[in-house]
């Protein structure tokens, strides 16, 4: 079942890696190279699985910034089907959410706030225009407000932090937005005890993602491979978010 069915996974992985070319610009290179199993993390599951893959890598002064994995494409399933309407995305990385989001019929607009203009550059060489994909390069704490159906930051390099407090409260008083989610959010909300989680009030499209995303690792049968996040990180976070999603309810 999407997003664990490793056929749709490297379908994805094989379709961009004929898009998206190796190459350099300023400090950033896109590489391709085949990567053994045992560097093939999975998203809320420990990988066991035998298979070598063509796998996309930016690298920023040689160190790696931006990977096209399974992981990458399981995590960001769930945000990319709930994605409608106009919809505002924080961070570019290889283009691959952007482009899978205005693939959709009922996606009208999509904005992607990008720091990097070298990232920018490569995702441009890479990708024919779309006249549904508008690219502001700058800070986008400090951008202009707009009212956006769908908002997704994407910028957490696989880490659970309080950033994701922070800017949770930025882009909600920046903009006008409808429905919100970070990276992260299913795992966040899945390593949660009940306990903690039940006097707090919980956007209903972070419930329904993390719901989609548990049915799915459960019936693909990586469940028993699930690792949660560290409690005592969840539960800060999540008393973090206390105040300003209760203040919402």
Not at 5 to 11: A, D, E, L, M, S
Not at 86 to 102: F, T
Not at 225 to 241: A, C, M, N, R, S
């Amino acid at each position: 079942m999407k997003p664990y069915n490793k056929n749709f996974v490297f379908q994805e992985m094989n379709r961009y890696s004929k898009i998206i070319n190796s190459g350099t610009c300023g400090n950033y290179k896109i590489t391709k190279n085949i990567i053994k199993k045992q560097n093939l993390q999975g998203y809320m599951y420990e990988n066991k699985e035998e298979y070598d893959v063509d796998m996309i890598q930016i690298y920023k002064n040689n160190i790696n910034s931006m990977k096209l994995t399974p992981k990458e494409i399981e995590s960001s399933y769930e945000a990319i089907h709930a994605a409608h309407g106009k919809v505002g995305i924080v961070g570019l990385g290889l283009g691959y959410v952007a482009q899978e989001i205005a693939r959709k019929c009922n996606v009208e607009e999509v904005i992607v706030y990008e720091s990097s203009e070298e990232v920018i550059s490569l995702y441009d060489y890479n990708f024919i225009q779309d006249e549904k994909i508008k690219i502001i390069k700058g800070d986008a704490a400090k951008a202009k407000g707009e009212k956006f159906d769908y908002f997704y930051v994407d910028i957490y390099e696989y880490e659970l932090t309080s950033k994701v407090v922070d800017d949770y409260k930025i882009f909600k008083k920046l903009h006008e937005i409808e429905e919100y989610a970070f990276w992260g959010i299913e795992h966040f909300l899945l390593s949660c005890k009940y306990e903690d989680i039940v006097w707090i009030y919980i956007p209903e499209n972070w419930i329904y993602m993390s719901k989609k995303a548990y049915e799915s690792l459960d019936s693909s049968g990586y469940i028993n491979e699930y690792k949660p996040l560290d409690e005592d990180l969840v539960k800060k976070i999540l008393l973090e978010f206390k105040e300003v999603l209760n203040e919402e309810e």
